[in-house]
């Protein structure tokens, strides 16, 4: 537009503010006119209800609606397009799906970096008003169309294909809330009133794509090879610092925060299997997205590959906080809160129902009474068949006779309290002691007072939650959030790098830089969603009940601990969901190790509620659980770890599947039910929970001890997995029998011994009658490293 001067004559080519605004202006009224153009042909109505789409139908308008709809939605990606931004005329294509991908990323200039460079500070505003009403204009007519398909009787393999390449395409731009308007992916959202009894309402169209999404690509989702299916040629790391996989998490965090059919912040809203397949899906991609996803990194790197060598990329710490909202507090308890039925699960019976192995527990325990756990160990030590080892050691002598005396009754101490003056503490440290041993007297008082606060709060929680809700309860959704947290938990929990067992062959895969799937150390994001599952909700009991009852669960677990049932070893468990191609029917129903992926994040909170429980507290107030239950637990965690370093890689069953690279979340289960065990036996040790031959696995190092010659054989015991991982699975009998035996080895190679007559002569030592401690104080300190050596003593 060229602005006149005052006498007509031609000014320069410029725009004044005013003109450029009008030009805007015109350029929107086009857009919108284009849009009702399309929408009359289409058959799609210019409000937001399908429902009222105009009557364009009949004669040759049914030839221009089906002509029209396969030439601007095709199922594929028009094989002309370009690798890059170049879309000139030669290779246009007429598809709104790629138009639209092009619109988001670039602008309408095709000038804008996919990530503006001042969005960090910006925010939302980094994309103008005008860009934003230009891509939601054409965003809503795409969500429209192919939700028109539905109606009109479309092909479904033609819907599925849309819907796959609207996630491809669409949903994988970064920063994609940012740049169209709320009200667009609302359309995403819906949850519409079916046509069944009763009004249920359906799914939400967004979980309809990922669920087509899923049964067009079953095999690479189920394999963990998303990344395949969402790589598009037209962008790299180079020029969007943010991958895929990444922008794809993002984008459905935020549209799904946004969803009450998928949020949970109405319980009565609440579409349980379709948020558990929606779940299932992000456990997908959490488990393939970039460790920096929720690192507390200044700066996350994505490395990427360049023939032989790899370059680091900085990711965009926009689209990294935009991924983090998955780990909102508010969020986090809304979602659990929801998904936890103690009703529908009958938590309170499952947890408080006694069997008669529980009762056989007990009364050993109570016949056992208030002996302390060393004493008991040192007792069931001392009975052995064969008692050669005690008569002829003399070390094992002096042990037996120590210990022979220490099983009497304990003498209370009377606690010394001085309370005279004021500002003095009492010394509880008597009390406490006597407390630890099971001894004393134990008010009550405090203890009931908050046992039935918590049930009065409890009532309460059943009585204000009396609306009906919409859908029908389902477990899966609770299923799915195990999924899906349990990834964050292993990736970024500090547990799921390290291979304790240290038996897999080591992957070339692994030695490249980059490969890292798992952070060392334990990120505050999983801290802080520790603190919301442990103290803002009741998920330690519950999912314990569910590890207990559960079908599905329980059948999984057996498969876990079983050889016979599972012949892969657990370090190579995974938690993304398996599924069959075009045959992923129902909602939130991907299989694939769902009771580990409970077991996990049940041991991981218990072990972290442990942290601030004290002994009074699991005695007396049964907290985190009865002491049963604890029970049940020990023996579940001894039978996976037994398995984990004693049967995998070894028994037949599993010996195929040494070359199979572990997993991070298998990695993790062994390690968090490790420490959860370490933790309760040494609780077991001041005050005991179950007999100590609860702890112990019958035959543990019982052959290796008999195969053992040397010294150097018997050191060697010491750095097998169940030895450093899980000694309290051996009996202290044989912990003890192989100490002796080190020391004595150890001893006879370096000085020789009578039976053997191999004596060596060893070091002379002069010492004076009258001086005797002074000269053997300074002849010991000149010897060094040479006092294990046979000292041989002459006095003069």
């Known amino acids: 537009t060229q602005v006149k001067g005052p006498k007509g004559k031609g ?38 209800k399908l429902e009222n789409s105009s009557n364009y139908q009949g004669g040759s308008r049914d030839l221009v609606y089906q002509k029209s709809l396969s030439i601007l939605m095709q199922p594929s990606m028009p094989a002309n397009i370009g690798s890059q931004k170049e879309h000139n005329a030669e290779s246009c294509s007429y598809d ?88 667009s992916y609302e359309h995403l959202l819906r949850n519409p009133l079916g046509n069944e009894k009763g009004g249920t309402y359906k799914a939400p169209p967004l979980v309809d794509y990922i669920h087509r999404f899923i049964n067009m690509n079953a095999n690479d989702v189920s394999n963990g090879r998303i990344e395949k299916v969402l790589n598009m040629p037209d962008v790299s790391l180079t020029s969007c610092p943010a991958p895929a996989v ?71 710490d926009v689209v990294v906080e935009q991924a983090a909202a998955i780990l909102s507090d508010s969020y986090v308890r809304a979602l659990f809160t929801c998904a936890i039925n103690d009703e529908e699960i009958d938590t309170e019976k499952v947890i408080n129902t006694k069997t008669d192995k529980d009762q056989k527990h007990e009364k050993d325990l109570e016949e056992i009474g208030t002996s302390s756990a060393a004493t008991v160990a040192a007792k069931e030590a001392m009975v052995d068949r064969n008692r050669s080892f005690w008569q002829s050691s003399k070390w094992a002598k002096k042990i037996s006779s120590l210990l022979s005396g220490s099983g009497g009754k304990m003498i209370p101490i009377k606690p010394t309290i001085s309370n005279k003056g004021v500002g003095k503490l009492m010394n509880t440290s008597s009390i406490s002691r006597q407390l630890a041993n099971g001894k004393g007297s134990i008010n009550r008082t ?15 929680n059943k009585a204000s939650s009396t609306e009906k809700p919409h859908h029908e309860y389902s477990i899966l959704l609770l299923l799915a959030l195990c999924r899906t947290y349990g990834t964050i938990i292993s990736r970024w929990g500090g547990n799921g790098k390290e291979d304790l067992v240290k038996r897999a062959q080591q992957s070339l895969d692994n030695a490249k830089p980059g490969k890292d799937y798992a952070s060392a150390n334990v990120e505050p994001c999983v801290t802080a969603l520790l603190n919301v599952l442990c103290f803002s909700t009741s998920f330690v009991k519950s999912s314990w009940a569910v ?91 001894k039978k996976l770890l037994y398995r984990a370093c004693c049967l995998d890689d070894i028994h037949a069953a599993t010996r195929n ?38 702890w112990i696995e019958d035959g543990l190092l019982e052959q290796d001890l008999k195969r053992c010659k040397s010294q150097y054989d018997y050191t060697s015991l010491l750095s097998t997995p169940v030895c450093r991982i899980c000694p309290f699975l051996i009996s202290f009998k044989r912990r003890l029998k192989l100490f002796e035996r080190i020391v004595t080895t150890n001893r006879v190679d370096i000085q020789g011994s009578n039976d053997e007559r191999n004596l060596k002569p060893g070091i002379m030592v002069k010492v004076t009658r009258g001086r005797v401690l002074e000269d053997g104080l300074t002849h010991l300190n000149k010897l060094g490293r040479d006092m294990r050596q046979r000292i041989v003593v002459c006095y003069l």
């Not at 202006?25 to 009359?40: E, G, I, K, P, Q």
């Open 11 to 48: 000014a320069s080519p410029t725009k004044s503010p005013a003109t450029a605004r009008i030009s805007i202006d015109n350029a929107n009224t086009c857009y919108s006119s284009v849009d009702n153009f399309l929408r009359t042909i289409l058959r799609l109505s210019a409000s937001t």
């Open 96 to 183: 709104l799906i790629y138009p639209l991908r092009s619109l988001l990323l670039y602008g309408s200039t095709r000038t804008n970096p996919p990530i503006p460079g001042d969005s960090g500070r910006l925010r939302e505003n980094c994309v103008t008003n005008d860009e934003k009403e230009r891509a939601s204009l054409l965003f809503r007519l795409v969500v429209d169309l192919i939700a028109s398909m539905g109606m009109f009787g479309a092909d479904q393999m033609g819907r599925s294909c849309l819907c796959t390449r609207f996630i491809c395409e669409v949903l994988t731009v970064p920063l994609l809330t940012w740049k169209i308007w709320p009200s």
């Open 657 to 694: 599947g040494r070359g199979i690279d572990s997993n991070h979340f298998g990695l993790a289960l062994i390690s968090t039910s490790s420490k959860t065990m370490n933790d309760l036996y040494s609780r077991s040790s001041r005050r005991l929970l179950c007999i100590p031959k609860l």
């Open 547 to 637: 590890v207990q009852s559960n079908p599905r669960v329980v059948s999984d677990l057996y498969g876990v601990i079983d050889v016979n049932k599972r012949a892969l070893p657990i370090r190579t468990l995974s938690t993304h969901p398996t599924y069959k191609q075009l045959q992923h029917t129902h909602y939130g129903a991907g299989d694939g190790n769902v009771g580990a992926a409970v077991l996990l994040m049940f041991v991981t909170c218990l072990s972290h509620t442990l942290i601030v429980t004290d002994d009074v507290e699991i005695h007396d107030m049964e907290k985190p659980l009865p002491k049963h239950q604890l029970r049940r637990c020990i023996l579940l965690l």
């Open 446 to 460: 405090v203890t009931n007072a908050v046992l039935s606060s918590e049930s009065n709060s409890v009532k309460e």
């Open 246 to 316: 990444l922008c794809l998490l993002t984008s459905l965090i935020q549209i799904g925060r946004a969803c009450k059919a998928l949020n949970g912040t109405n319980p009565t809203m609440l579409h349980y299997k379709a948020a558990a397949e929606y779940f299932n899906f992000l456990a997908t991609l959490t488990n393939s997205a970039p460790l920096g996803t929720f690192s507390s990194r200044m700066s996350a790197v994505e490395w990427v590959s360049v023939g032989a060598s790899s370059t680091p990329i900085v990711l965009s």
